[in-house]
């Protein structure tokens, strides 16, 4: 029997999944949370965590899923989303499958099963996503991106590489520039640097 645990905003969510699930006899939703913070604070020992990717906590996606593999659980995301930016930071933090939210009891039950197994639940279209490499930054852009997108505000990031506070803000328009360019555009910058690594040098 593989026990999964449910990690969604909607309450409305888990009692869905089990109607989904209804017809398989190796899975069975043993815990339900809205928060991660509430879901470890349970101590529940689950084979699988389903996590919605944006959580009404704003906790970040990427944090969440390695806050959960530390549990030695594997990661399934579901999510309405599909862009690269959340695929490729939710994978790369530890997530084993990322699937669009939808009704489709056997794909949602094979890739439960797939995860706890050990191996990957992607679709075609979604690994081709996270194979794409993202838009290519100078040494300089990635040196302002990592800075300022793991906390240091404008004039912090100026002072530790010795730039105006001008000349940061014309890097990051560039990086947004870049962004835009592949169809792919930025509300929130910070949420780039899971896209680029390892950490830049002189960072």
Do not use: F
Request: proline content about 5%.
């Amino acid at each position: 029997m593989i026990h999964i645990a449910v990690i969604d905003n909607d309450k409305l969510v888990p009692a869905g999944l089990r109607a989904l699930l209804a017809g398989t006899e190796d899975i069975t939703i043993v815990h339900t949370a809205t928060s991660v913070g509430d879901h470890l604070a349970a101590a529940v020992s689950v084979d699988v965590v389903l996590l919605d990717l944006q959580l009404e906590d704003d906790t970040n996606p990427a944090d969440n899923v390695a806050a959960l593999r530390a549990t030695g659980a594997a990661v399934l995301v579901i999510s309405v989303h599909g862009d690269r930016r959340h695929v490729r930071a939710t994978i790369r933090a530890g997530a084993d499958g990322y699937l669009i939210k939808d009704d489709d009891a056997d794909k949602l039950a094979d890739a439960i099963r797939a995860v706890h197994s050990g191996h990957r639940a992607l679709t075609t279209e979604l690994m081709t996503l996270i194979n794409d490499d993202p838009p290519e930054l100078s040494p300089q852009e990635l040196q302002v991106l990592y800075l300022y997108g793991t906390g240091s505000t404008l004039a912090a990031t100026a002072r530790r590489l010795g730039l105006a506070i001008p000349t940061v803000r014309s890097y990051l328009d560039r990086i947004r520039a870049k962004w835009a360019a592949t169809a792919e555009p930025i509300d929130d910058i910070r949420t780039l640097v899971h896209e680029y690594q390892p950490r830049p040098p002189g960072c």
